[in-house]
């Protein structure tokens, strides 16, 4: 691979530069934050960033979310502490789902095969009832889905 010839290509982080900065330095901190413990001031500030949010959302201290825009959670979803949802791509949760600590979502990465290590994203869909445990990681274009059994 030769790394002096990588360029995002068409990706784009889909904000205006000013509205990224703002996330940086002001909204991110805020939500990232272990000083903030309490889940209503965060997703009020996701929603403010674009991100869609429904009710009863718990987000544990340490969460960190690359864009706010790109991200959608239903009803009754807990985050653990320290989660990454490095969304350079949607990522979308339904209701009732729980994500535990240390999780990591990530919807971008790059083809070590192209002599340009190229970046490919795609997004993650979690589904509803479903549940990530401790240190999960999940890969770009995953599809988590429950399956549940008969007893």
């Known amino acids: ?18 509205k990224q ?19 209503g001031p965060k997703v009020w500030l996701l929603r403010r960033f674009g991100a869609q949010i429904g ?9 960190r979310v690359k864009f706010p825009w790109r991200l959608t959670i239903g009803d009754y979803v807990w985050i653990g502490e320290n989660a990454w ?3 350079l791509a949607e990522i979308t949760i339904e209701s009732h789902v729980c994500i535990s600590q240390d999780v990591y979502l990530c919807t971008g ?10 970046l490919r994203t795609a997004s993650i869909y979690i589904q509803q009832g479903s549940w990530l445990a401790a240190r999960s990681v999940v890969g770009p274009g995953v599809t988590i889905c429950l399956k549940l059994k008969q007893i």
Do not use: C, E
């Open 109 to 118: 990465n790059h083809d070590w095969n192209h002599p340009s290590f190229a």
């Open 85 to 87: 949802l490095d969304n």
């Open 55 to 63: 009710q009863g959302v718990r987000i544990k201290p340490g969460v």
């Open 21 to 39: 900065m703002l996330w940086y330095f002001v909204g991110s901190p805020l939500v990232q934050s272990y000083y903030l413990p309490f889940s």
């Open 1 to 18: 691979m030769r790394l002096d010839q990588y360029s995002l290509g068409s990706y784009t982080p889909g904000a205006p530069y000013w």
